[in-house]
């Protein structure tokens, strides 16, 4: 079991609150827990998929764990040799406030009584382009679900999984590397000149090995690279800006239901290169 902490020696706030946008999020996920061992500096959030092997989905300090356990964010779902924690009903409501004030604070809005509101809701807003003119359109997603989860769940004419779980795991990769490199909407707004302008090593740091946030931009740019545009982008769009299906279509210009065919394809080439690279992904048994 994590060992809690007094209130004094919590992580500071903006890291707190970071990582818990990032984590709890991943503890909405169905069949999705915190899991650590004794002794070990890091946690991991697993999920279960429903052929019953499980995938990793984040990777976070010991410290942030039990600074969770501390605010009541997470409560013990299993004892043993590797103790589990699932989300509790003040993490749900924390983590809806969270990316309420996130997403007011990026668009320079003070809404604290919207912000409350919205601790009780489970979906979230944000701003994306629209058109060759770039306008940008509001649209409303669910803050607590990965379309990537809700696409794995459709069944084919053959009654298996659309999705298999080497290709969920490949796309929740890109996914937390995404997350632990920290891109915002800047990149997003730059997404077009990335993958077209030969621009791909502006996301790539310095020489030298890289680590942290730079080794995951480095793996991000390099899986983005592998794919190129179109499969890029809508691997992008799903996986990391958890972009619907349907929206991703229109925002793309394609015809309807032919987008998971071509994240499919995508998946299946980002699966091949995280192999290629001895990175696996993320897969646990």
């Known amino acids: 079991m994590i060992a809690t902490k007094r209130a004094e020696t919590l992580p500071d706030t903006a ?6 946008r990032r984590i709890l999020r991943r503890l909405c996920e169905p069949e999705a827990c915190l899991a650590i061992a004794p002794k070990m500096e890091k946690a991991v959030v697993v999920r279960e998929l429903p052929d019953g092997r499980t995938i990793r989905t984040a990777v976070l300090d010991r410290a942030i764990a039990e600074a969770f356990v501390v605010k009541d964010w997470i409560e013990l779902s299993g004892n ?3 103790t589990r924690y699932g989300i509790s009903s003040a993490g749900r409501a924390a983590l809806k406030r969270l ?3 996130h997403e007011a604070s990026r668009q320079g809005l003070a809404e604290a009584p919207a912000a409350f509101g919205d601790q009780h809701r489970d979906y979230a807003e944000r701003e994306v382009r629209q058109g060759e003119a770039k306008q940008t359109k509001r649209i409303r997603y669910n803050a607590l679900e990965s379309p990537l989860s809700a696409i794995a769940r ?3 004419k053959d009654g298996k999984p659309f999705l298999s779980s080497e290709l969920v795991a490949a796309g929740e990769r890109l ?3 995404f997350e632990l490199a920290q891109i915002g909407p800047r990149v997003a707004q730059n997404w077009d000149r990335f993958l077209t302008a030969g621009d791909r090593n502006a996301m790539r740091p310095g020489g030298g090995p890289a680590q942290g946030p730079e080794g995951a931009r480095a793996r991000v740019a390099d899986a983005l690279e592998e794919l190129g545009a179109g499969l890029g982008d809508v691997a992008l769009r799903v996986c990391c800006f958890l972009e619907g299906m349907e929206q991703a279509e229109k925002r793309m210009g394609w015809a309807a239901r032919s987008g998971k065919i071509v994240l499919k394809i995508a998946l299946q080439r980002l699966a091949r290169h995280y192999e290629a690279q001895g990175a696996g992904s993320a897969m646990i048994g």
Do not use: C, F, I, M
């Not at 890291?15 to 818990?20: F, G, M, Q, V």
């Open 15 to 20: 890291n707190l609150e970071t990582e818990a």
């Open 175 to 177: 996914r937390e590397d």
């Open 99 to 101: 990316l309420s004030e």
């Open 80 to 82: 043993g040799k590797v």
């Open 154 to 156: 459709r069944k084919g």
